[in-house]
């Protein structure tokens, strides 16, 4: 590691290219932290939502007109508002109203920090999405394999949990692709309430180092990178899942 920042050292000392997150260990580590956040940030999200998109589709199915008013309501506020006005609500709004904690130093501080607010948001609004997505899949199963399910004697939710669910689930993956992959894509919003992912640790080395240029073409390569990897898997999932029918 030491040659490579050696390298990296004398290309900056004699082409002027800055890669500080090569060969300076402090804007390194930030880099690598803030790698660290997005994934995490990613996976849970990403967790969440897909929950909420499961839960969400089979509560539209159920006889109480309230919980599927609600459940509209919900679906119409996140899939027609930004996401980034979504996370200003949360934690200037939401984030207001909660009682301040005292920290470390004696001072106070608000009981949920931004990144519990990244995840809180971005996860309602990317399961908004797949509740729809989920819904649909729900839909495109033929009503014979329900009816079948109900002649053997499962119970509405059995029969969502061990056949129909399955089903959808697999016509519902291109889709639910693209919404993940927005949903990873999005995460960079973060930034906008100092959450110290991928983004907001760049543009602290680029203001430290005046190396925007070469830190710009860093974190495109790098969503390239996460969001190929989601891809990858994502394709994986898909074909391992496969039935003849059924997504394809």
Known sequence: MEVIAAWFQQLYDATGVNLTIVYDGFDRRRF???????????????????????????????????VRKALQAYIQFFRNTPPLVQLYFFYFALGELLPKVPNDWGGMEPMLGGFTWAVISLSFFAGAFNVEIFRSGIEAVPTATREAAEALGYTRLQAYRHIV?????????????????????TTSLAYAIAVPELLYVSNQIWSDAVNVPEMMIVLLVTYVGLVSLLVWVMHRIERRLRLPGFGQ
């Open 165 to 185: 669910l399955p089903l959808a689930f697999r016509i519902s993956l291109p889709a639910l692709n693209n919404n993940l992959v927005n949903l990873v894509k």
């Open 32 to 66: 690598l932290w803030g790698l660290l956040t997005t994934i995490e940030l990613s996976a849970i999200c990403i967790a969440l939502s897909l929950v909420i998109g499961v839960v969400g589709a089979w509560a539209q199915g159920v006889r109480s007109t309230v």
